[in-house]
């Protein structure tokens, strides 16, 4: 449903060009959860907004459901994130000024879905992840847990069938990180969405079905989890290419095996 076709992405940075991506290919299909990982500056980022129609490439190709982003006006590629894409980020990026409720309505109403029904659907999102009882707070009456989980209600409100996260427990301590990995965990599971998750961190990234691993603007490596069931075998993955890749990187998915740096 997503996909990068030999990929790269050049930015200007006042006299220096800089090659964050240099040929990334990758294929996400629906109902998987994959973790990009890499360490800083390695072009996750920038990768997870080519997924998502963020940006566009500097050449090569980005495909969403199989429509060319470069072939879409400014406009279809901003209705495309609007309706059909889920954002998750390390602060939250709430709006201080808006509710709970209405920091999640708030893509309906742009969207231009009546007042009432924005509420009632924001009212439904924030149930999904717990929350019904902060639609009326304001974010700094919220923790940190809390408001990362006002802004996965607020991008799953469209009911994409994308989501993508950039660290989205890089400000969250270690017990609350476990609350919004299995609530992301959860996602692919109970519907068809796709959940791609940016994190420098291991333990966070075992939580996915696969794992690619960038360094310098190109994947090093891949991993893909052996049980994944029907999921995998609709994807096409194979058990043998899983053994191989495993053995690459040897990441552990239990926690005493993993090293958190915030820990
Ligand atoms: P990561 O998310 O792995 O830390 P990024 O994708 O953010 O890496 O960045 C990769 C490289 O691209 C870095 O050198 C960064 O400075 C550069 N870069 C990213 N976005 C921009 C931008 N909008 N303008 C200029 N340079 C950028
Ligand atoms: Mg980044």
Known sequence: MMELRDVTKTYDQGRRTVQAVRGVSLRIVGGE????????????????????????????AALFDGR????????????????????????????????????????????????????????????????????????????GGEMQRVAIARALVTNPEAVLCDEPTGNLDSVTSEEILTLLRGLPESGRCAVVMVTHDAYSASYADRIVHIRDGRIESEVRKHNIGARGQ??????????????????????????RPDA
Do not use: C, Y
């Open 33 to 60: 959860f994959v973790s990009i990982m890499g360490p800083s500056g390695s072009g996750k980022s920038t990768v997870l907004h080519l997924l998502g129609a963020l940006d566009t490439p500097s050449s090569g």
């Open 234 to 259: 609709e994807s096409g993955i194979k058990d043998q290419e899983s053994r191989e890749t495993v053995q690459d990187t040897g990441i552990a998915p239990s926690r005493a095996a993993s090293v």
């Open 68 to 143: 060319d982003l470069r072939a879409m006006s400014d406009r279809e590629r901003s209705h495309l994130r609007r309706t059909r894409i889920g954002f998750i980020f390390q602060f939250f990026n709430l709006l201080p000024t808006l509710k709970g409720g209405e920091n999640v309505a708030l893509p309906l109403l742009l969207a231009g879905k009546s007042r009432g029904e924005a509420r009632k659907l924001a009212e439904a999102s924030l149930e999904r992840v717990g929350l019904s009882d902060r639609i009326d707070h304001f974010p700094e009456e919220m923790s």
